[in-house]
T-cell receptor, first 115, second 113 residues
C-alpha cells in the first residue's frame, strides 16, 4: 500500500517538551498538507506545501509550531514547549497538481496527548 | 472563517435502511468532498464532486453537488454494520486560490444489526 503514512501513530508527552511528527506523502504527490483535529470536530487546516515551499499557514499555527519539507518529499511538524491545548490528532494529507483542487488523501494521523 | 453545517449530527439506523445526510454553506464552493472517518484513523475520501448539479455514485453511496453550489448531500443505501463511522463534508474555500479544506463537524452514523 502506497498511501500517506505518518509516524508515530501515538505520542504522549509532558507539558513543555518538544515533539516532532513525520509524514510521508503518496510518492507522486507534490502537495502536502497538515491538519489538526480535536474531539468532536472536523480537521482544521494548519499549513500547505507545494514541493518544498510552504505556501500557506493558518493562524492556528502559532510560533511554537514549525513545519518543514526540505526535499519536497516527507515533511515534519514540530511543536515546541507543548501545552495541554495541543492535545489533538495531527493529520497529514497529500495531493497531486494533476488532480482537481481539493482532492486530498489523508494519512492515519498522529494522536498527541500532552500531560 | 467559512463554516460547513452538517445535519444530522448523529443518527441511529437499522441495518438495511437507507441513510441521507447533508451539508450546507453560506458561501459558494466549487468542489464538494465526502470523507468517512473510523475511530483513531484518518478520513478516507468517498466521493468528490466538481460541478454544480453533479450526481456521483460509489457503490452504495450517492452524492450530489447542489445547484446553488452551497449544499451537497450524501445517501447510503441498504446500510451495513461497516458503514458505522463519522461522515464529513469538506470543500476548498478557494476564493483566493487557497488549497485548504474546510470541514463540517461530521455526522456520526450508528448501524443497529
Amino acid at each position: 500500500d502506497t498511501g500517506v503514512s505518518q509516524d508515530p501513530r501515538h505520542k504522549i508527552t509532558k507539558r513543555g517538551q518538544n515533539v516532532t511528527f513525520r509524514c510521508d506523502p503518496i510518492s507522486e504527490h507534490n502537495r502536502l498538507y497538515w491538519y489538526r483535529q480535536t474531539l468532536g470536530q472536523g480537521p482544521e487546516f494548519l499549513t500547505y506545501f507545494q514541493n518544498e515551499a510552504q505556501l500557506e499557514k493558518s493562524r492556528l499555527l502559532s510560533d511554537r509550531f514549525s513545519a518543514e519539507r526540505p526535499k519536497g518529499s516527507f515533511s515534519t511538524l514540530e511543536i515546541q514547549r507543548t501545552e495541554q491545548g495541543d492535545s489533538a490528532m495531527y493529520l497529514c494529507a497529500s495531493s497531486s497538481s494533476g488532480t482537481p483542487m481539493g482532492t486530498q488523501y489523508f494519512g492515519p494521523g498522529t494522536r498527541l496527548l500532552v500531560l | 472563517g467559512q463554516q460547513l453545517n452538517q445535519s444530522p449530527q448523529s443518527m441511529f439506523i437499522q441495518e438495511g435502511e437507507d441513510v441521507s445526510m447533508n451539508c450546507t454553506s453560506s458561501s459558494i464552493f466549487n468542489t464538494w468532498l465526502w470523507y468517512k472517518q473510523d475511530p483513531g484513523e484518518g478520513p478516507v475520501l468517498l466521493i468528490a464532486l466538481y460541478k454544480a448539479g453533479e450526481l456521483t455514485s460509489n457503490g452504495r453511496l450517492t452524492a450530489q453537488f447542489g445547484i446553488t453550489r452551497k449544499d451537497s448531500f450524501l445517501n447510503i443505501s441498504a446500510s451495513i454494520p461497516s458503514d458505522v463511522g463519522i461522515y464529513f463534508c469538506a470543500g476548498p474555500f478557494d476564493e483566493a486560490g487557497s488549497y485548504q479544506l474546510t470541514f463540517g463537524k461530521g455526522t456520526k452514523l450508528s448501524v443497529i444489526p
